[in-house]
């Protein structure tokens, strides 16, 4: 069933993507990305990614399809050089996809527990959580105690994007 | 959108609700899925709603440009004033179960800081863009 | 069946990611290619999260009576990058909203017109 549900909300993803690409209105398009960023919500909550599909719901649904409406409404909202897709661009995206397909061949199936990536770090904090920072969220603990240096720097990040977005806008009325 | 009575009141109803779950997530990331990421880009969503439903300018006045941008300086502050208290108390950078006299409530303390301090930051520079694209 | 359904979420993963790629490369639009850059960031993103998903697994809060959990790790990445990235996209909206004041324009052949009509 879950996997069902992981299918149908991938495709659905799909459909969603190709759209996007394909409209010229910058309007819909966009409309279309929150639409993109709800479903990508709900197929993080499928595979187990709670926290994650918390922040996806608000960011990507709620606060970055607004920002690029803003953003429209500051620049005019239809693409009007139909430029239209070269030979070349479209060879490069294919030989690129299909080399890209080749490598996950590769890959162990989805979902397998013994895949490399289960096996190697992840027990240590899956096991460590209780016993060492006493909390039960592992992810909790790994954003902010294991990986607290990690978090430190995103967070500089975050505040040094906006304060390059103020010093180019300026975020006051009349700037 | 001065004239959508029923977007004004269903707002009304929704936003309220909005901020404290985002309050919620916040301080229960501990034990509940949530944290500092979570709660800020919920509160700043909720904040953003109210701006786009009754005027930019009302959201100004309710939290000025100049209040946003100190709490997003503020919140990372915070934070690396956690990872500096851990280096006086004598532990590492960052290293919270030294904060206080038993390490497991020092985690405790140490990761509900910064939390906080993230889910500050994080909504105040949410918010601050806005009023970059509606100045 | 087995490997179609155990390779299916990196196909549709990279199928995500040649939208993004494609929508960088052909259109002029430059409001357009920072939508694209965003199709190509949230397929990485759930490349990530499909890769730590472990079957019959949980969500990793540890609790009684379950002993599998999905992998935290990438949750932890991802869930910092999302923020970073809607930060960095603003960035790049500014960017453009100020390229717009300046040239009076977001394709890029009539910036690069523009620019060499001003060339000496």
């Not at chain 1, 978090?151 to 990040?157: N, Q, W, Y």
């Not at chain 2, 006045?61 to 100190?70: D, E, H, S």
Request: charged share 10%; net charge neutral.
């Amino acid at each position: 069933m879950e996997y069902l549900i992981n299918t149908v909300l991938l495709a659905l993803l799909a459909v969603t993507a190709g759209a996007i690409a394909y409209l010229r209105n910058l309007f819909a398009a966009v409309m279309l990305v929150g639409i993109y960023g709800l479903l990508t919500a709900a197929i993080f909550v499928i595979l187990d990614a709670v926290d994650v599909a918390f922040t996806e719901a608000a960011v990507g649904a709620g606060i970055s399809p607004i920002l690029m409406l803003a953003a429209l409404a500051l620049t005019g909202r239809e693409q009007t050089a139909p430029t239209s897709p070269s030979g070349a661009g479209i060879a490069i995206v294919l030989a690129t996809g299909g080399a890209l397909v080749w490598g996950t061949l590769d890959m162990p199936y989805f979902g397998d527990p013994l895949a490399p990536v289960h096996v190697h770090v992840a027990p240590r904090y899956l096991e460590g959580t209780l016993s060492e920072i006493g909390i039960p969220n592992a992810v909790t603990s790994v954003l902010a105690s294991y990986r607290g240096y990690d978090t430190l720097g995103e967070v500089f990040v975050i505040f040094t994007a906006g304060i390059g977005a103020i010093v180019l806008l300026g975020n006051r009325r009349g700037d | 959108m001065r004239h959508h009575h029923v977007l004004h009141v269903v707002a009304k109803m929704t936003i309220p609700l909005i901020l404290v779950f985002a309050l919620y997530v916040q301080f229960h990331g501990d034990f509940g899925p949530g944290g500092g990421f979570q709660a800020g880009v919920i509160f700043a969503a909720g904040l953003i709603l109210y701006g786009l439903v009754f005027g930019a300018d009302r959201l100004r006045r309710a939290v000025p440009a100049g209040l946003a941008g100190t709490l997003a300086a503020a919140g990372v502050l915070l934070y690396a004033g956690v990872g500096v208290a851990g280096m006086l108390l004598g532990g590492a950078f960052l290293d919270y179960g030294v904060l206080l006299p038993d390490p497991m409530a020092g985690q405790h303390l140490g990761i509900l800081l910064i939390e906080f301090g993230v889910g500050v930051t994080v909504a105040a520079v949410m918010v601050s863009l806005f009023y970059c694209f509606t100045a | 069946m087995e490997a179609f359904l155990g390779h299916y979420n990196y196909w549709i993963v990279v199928a995500l990611m040649m939208a993004g790629l494609c929508t960088v490369a052909t259109s002029g639009n430059l409001v357009k290619k920072v939508i694209g850059l965003n199709l190509f960031q949230t397929s990485v993103f759930l490349f990530f999260i499909s890769v730590g998903k472990m079957a019959g697994g949980t969500a990793p809060i540890v609790a009684e009576g379950w002993t599998r959990y999905s992998n935290p790790l990438p949750h932890v990445l991802i869930l910092t990058a999302i923020v970073v990235g809607v930060a960095t996209t603003a960035l790049g909206l500014a960017l453009i909203v100020r390229i717009n004041r300046a040239y009076s324009t977001i394709e890029d052949e009539e910036i690069r017109r523009a620019d060499l009509h001003r060339l000496p």
